[in-house]
């Protein structure tokens, strides 16, 4: 599948993967400081975005989007930076296919499942997005208003709002490809593993405010990552590039350029 990207900069290349809502915009700051001194790709995932639908939403089917835009692109050496469901991506995608890889940034998730409970919390949000009536509401506005009572938390109401899109006639829809993600949801519970470690130089940050990536975890990240350095942004949480951009931007810089 050929994914929907913006490109930006010069240099070498730094592929960026969103994680699940998310879009390639979710990405634009700290990509734009990213590209003074490197070529940034930012993708939209399959069924995200402005990326095709396909009722295939695996991790296997990610990882050869993923080869198939590198291949594409005639990537070489790339780094290769991905959050939540984008950085699980990434580790696959690092161990089966490391040899065009010069190094990995892993954005607030682990290897092994440890978010079980997010589940049905996801679950109930993909349902509240399926239930509004876009034949009545026709305005974000609106579409916030009916969202508030399943989806309280103002900031994910905001976050998700953004995949909201116009149709030819100006209807509202969403760029999102719900029944797919909500059919494939347990593929969010699967781990990442590998008898061959990736060999290359990784990078894990984590929300200081973030359960993503536990502090048992640290022993077993290497297994996978023997050169792993594990690195936590203070006050963030989950989507820590944007409660903290200019530190995950410092963070990203600071290790792609250390030789």
Known sequence: MRLDFKKMGGGKPIIIMHGLFGASDNW????????????????????????????????????EDLLEFRSDHNLENISLVGHS?????????????????????IVDISPIDRNSSNIQFIVNIIQAMKTLDFTIIKSRKQADESLMQEIPNLAIRQFLLKNLTREKDNSLTWKLNLSAIEQNIQILREGVFSKKPFSGPTLFLRGGNSDYIPLQDEELIPQLFPYAKIATIAGAGHWVHADAPVEVTNQILSFLSNK
Do not use: C, E, W
């Open 85 to 105: 469901l984008g950085g699980k991506i990434a580790m696959k995608y690092a161990l089966r296919f490391p040899r065009h890889l010069d190094k990995l940034v």
């Open 28 to 63: 634009l700051t700290v990509g734009k400081k990213l590209a003074d001194h490197n070529s940034v790709y930012l993708l939209d995932l399959r069924n995200h975005g402005q990326s095709p639908h396909s009722d295939d939403f695996s991790f296997n089917g990610m990882v």
